[in-house]
């Protein structure tokens, strides 16, 4: 039995949602995104398919698509207060350990350089042989 076009994409956002729900991931993006090209205009289909986009680790890609959804429904709160924020706080966190991670690396590249170069490892710092660290000063 073939659905009319007004009635499909209802049913294949809903069943993106209930796929989401069983952890169904990428078959529930794949499913929202046919519910988004049956229906560009229907914004509860970029809704679930953004909610899907970060449950797979596209948190530009689910910005993007809730952004789509708030400008066909820019007074829907929900998208604003949720779904955006939501992403967009998700997105920071993950610049930020980023950051850490980046600056890790470069104080632990930098030491190693240091040693390499000669400099020697600090004189606080010395190995006893028991893995310990021991101030010999």
């Known amino acids: 039995m073939e659905l009319k076009n007004d009635t499909r994409y209802k049913l ?3 069943k993106a949602q209930a796929l989401l729900q069983v952890n169904e991931l990428y078959p529930a993006v794949i499913t929202a995104e046919k ?3 049956d229906c ?3 914004w509860p289909s970029y809704q679930t398919l953004g909610r899907a986009q970060i449950n797979i680790g596209e948190i530009e890609l689910a910005i993007q698509t809730f952004s789509k ?3 066909i429904q820019p007074d829907c709160n929900e998208l604003w207060a949720d779904d955006l924020h939501w992403a967009q706080g998700i997105m920071k966190e993950m610049k930020a350990r ?4 980046l600056t890790d690396a470069q104080l632990n ?4 350089e240091t040693v390499r170069l000669g400099g020697g490892i600090p ?3 010395h190995d006893a042989g028991d893995g310990l660290l021991h101030d010999y000063t």
């Open 12 to 14: 294949l956002e809903m």
């Open 69 to 71: 959804a708030i400008h």
């Open 123 to 125: 004189e606080t710092s």
């Open 35 to 37: 519910a988004v090209h």
């Open 98 to 101: 980023t950051e850490n991670q």
């Open 109 to 112: 590249f930098k030491l190693r």
């Open 40 to 42: 560009p205009t229907w």
